[in-house]
């Protein structure tokens, strides 16, 4: 697979985001300095309130600009048959009877993109499926706990 375009694709998708959290945080900003909403009295809390949301908004956005940064510069890294799983690795995994693509990324976990007809999901190193793949190799078949069920696996590839 074409991890450079793979890349450029969470890339894009973490940049849709951000613009969805910069409009949403703008329009929290604005509701919270209105004139409307300046308290009635001291149980009125919505200026409050909205500019709660308006710091959350912002502190998202700033993991993402961060998270985009990251992936810029990340490099489409050849995994050889022997390397172990890392920051950059597209993994294929088969559990449950079912195989499924992952991206290791370093930020921006639970992100998925669509890739030749196929879901990538992000993961980080940091991650509960993250830290029980990494150092792993093509064909290791580890116990994996998914949720609080331990499962058989399969590493298919490491690319």
Do not use: C, W
């Given at each position: 697979?074409?991890?450079?375009?793979?890349?450029?694709?969470?890339?894009?998708?973490l940049?849709?985001?951000?613009?969805?959290?910069?409009?949403?945080?703008?329009?929290?900003?604005?509701?919270?300095t209105?004139?409307?909403?300046?308290?009635?009295n001291?149980?009125?809390?919505?200026?409050?309130?909205?500019?709660?949301?308006?710091r959350g908004?912002?502190?998202?956005?700033?993991?993402?600009?961060a998270?985009?940064?990251?992936?810029?510069?990340?490099?489409?890294?050849?995994?050889?048959?022997?390397?172990?799983?890392?920051?950059?690795?597209?993994?294929?995994?088969?559990?449950?009877?079912?195989?499924?693509?992952?991206?290791?990324?370093?930020?921006?976990?639970?992100?998925?993109?669509?890739?030749?007809?196929?879901?990538?999901?992000?993961?980080?190193?940091?991650?509960?499926l993250?830290?029980?793949?990494?150092?792993?190799?093509?064909?290791?078949?580890?116990?994996?706990?998914?949720g609080?069920?331990?499962?058989?696996?399969?590493?298919?590839?490491?690319?």
């Amino acid at each position: 697979m074409n991890k450079r375009a793979i890349i450029k694709k969470i890339t894009e998708k973490l940049v849709a985001e951000l613009e969805v959290y910069f409009r949403a945080a703008l329009a929290s900003r604005t509701e919270a300095t209105h004139e409307s909403s300046k308290a009635e009295n001291k149980y009125d809390t919505r200026g409050l309130e909205a500019s709660y949301l308006a710091r959350g908004q912002s502190k998202q956005a700033a993991e993402l600009e961060a998270a985009i940064a990251e992936f810029e510069k990340l490099g489409a890294r050849k995994f050889g048959e022997g390397d172990g799983i890392a920051v950059g690795a597209l993994v294929e995994l088969e559990h449950g009877g079912e195989s499924s693509l992952y991206f290791v990324g370093p930020r921006a976990g639970g992100t998925e993109v669509l890739h030749d007809r196929k879901e990538i999901l992000v993961i980080t190193p940091q991650s509960p499926l993250g830290v029980q793949l990494m150092g792993k190799k093509s064909g290791d078949q580890p116990q994996l706990t998914f949720g609080s069920t331990k499962q058989a696996a399969k590493i298919l590839r490491v690319e």
